[in-house]
């Protein structure tokens, strides 16, 4: 069982910057990797940023430069720094989790989701 609990989210203007943090808990589990996905009225939910536990990131092309993924393995916190935001960038973000458990099952975990509005 693990729970993701994001924070962050709210009104900003373009061009602006926001900053989500998701805080993971749990017992007897291991974390192989932390991300947020987004998404909008009518889209697809899709990947932001996503990190491993060795470090090594994936970032969606639209918010390469602009966004910043981080991670603390010991607190299993995962944070997202958001720059020059766009309202484009408008959506609902989600925490997302991979984790292997004590009996080696692999599964995604996701947070509620944290509104997250750019006006231009």
């Known amino acids: 069982q693990v729970r993701l609990v994001e924070s962050g989210g709210g009104l900003v203007q373009a061009g602006g910057s926001l900053r989500l943090s998701c805080a993971a808990s749990?017992?007897?589990?291991?974390?192989?990797?932390m991300g947020w996905y987004r998404q909008a009225p009518g889209k697809q939910r899709e990947l932001v940023a996503r990190?491993?536990?060795?470090?090594?990131?994936n970032y969606a092309d639209s918010v390469k430069g602009r966004f910043t993924i981080s991670r603390d393995n010991a607190k299993n916190t995962v944070t997202l720094q958001m720059n020059s935001l766009k309202p484009e960038d408008t959506a609902v973000y989600y925490c997302?989790?991979?984790?292997?458990?004590?009996?080696?099952?692999?599964?995604?975990?996701w947070g509620q989701g944290t509104q997250v509005t750019i006006s231009s």
């Open positions: 990190m491993s536990d060795g470090g090594s990131t």
């Open positions: 997302n989790a991979f984790v292997t458990s004590i009996s080696l099952v692999d599964r995604d975990y």
């Open positions: 749990g017992i007897a589990f291991s974390i192989n990797a």
